[in-house]
C-alpha cells in the first residue's frame, strides 16, 4: 500500500511559480513509477507528467512541456513538480499517482489532490 498526500498548491498570477509536493508513505516507494495529473473545473482528468522508479526517465505531456519539470527524492519519499511560466489554463486540482507498472496505464494510488489557481 502507498498513500501520497499532495501539498504546495496556491494562486499565483499568469507568469508565475508554483511548486508542488507529493510525499509518499508505505514499502517500496522506490520502485513506483510516479506521476501527476490534473483536473480543470468541468473537464476530465488529463496527464501531466510521469517518472520513472529510478528518475531516469520522464514523459511530460505537450501542453507543459519545457516549463513544468518533475524530480524525485527516493531519500525523502518525495515527488515534486515544479512549475513555471503558469498559465491560466492551467488552473486545476493536481493529483499526484502512483503505480508498480514501468508503463502504468491506470495508476493505483492517488492522492487527494492540491488546487493551483492562475489568475490572468
Known amino acids: 500500500q502507498v498513500q501520497l498526500v499532495e501539498s504546495g498548491g496556491g494562486w499565483v498570477q499568469a507568469g508565475g511559480s508554483l511548486r508542488l509536493s507529493c510525499a509518499a508513505s508505505g514499502r517500496s516507494f522506490s520502485s513506483y513509477t510516479m506521476g501527476w495529473f490534473r483536473q480543470a473545473p468541468g473537464k476530465e482528468g488529463k496527464f501531466v507528467v510521469a517518472?520513472?522508479?529510478?528518475?531516469?526517465?520522464?514523459f511530460y505531456a505537450d501542453s507543459v512541456k519545457g516549463r513544468f519539470t518533475i524530480s524525485r527524492d527516493t531519500a525523502k519519499n518525495t515527488v515534486s513538480l515544479q512549475m513555471n511560466s503558469l498559465k491560466p489554463e492551467d488552473t486545476a486540482v493536481y493529483y499526484c499517482a502512483a503505480d508498480r507498472s514501468p508503463n502504468p496505464v491506470r495508476y493505483d494510488y492517488w492522492g487527494q489532490g492540491t488546487q493551483v489557481t492562475v489568475s490572468s
Open positions: 517518472i520513472s522508479w529510478s528518475g531516469g526517465s520522464t
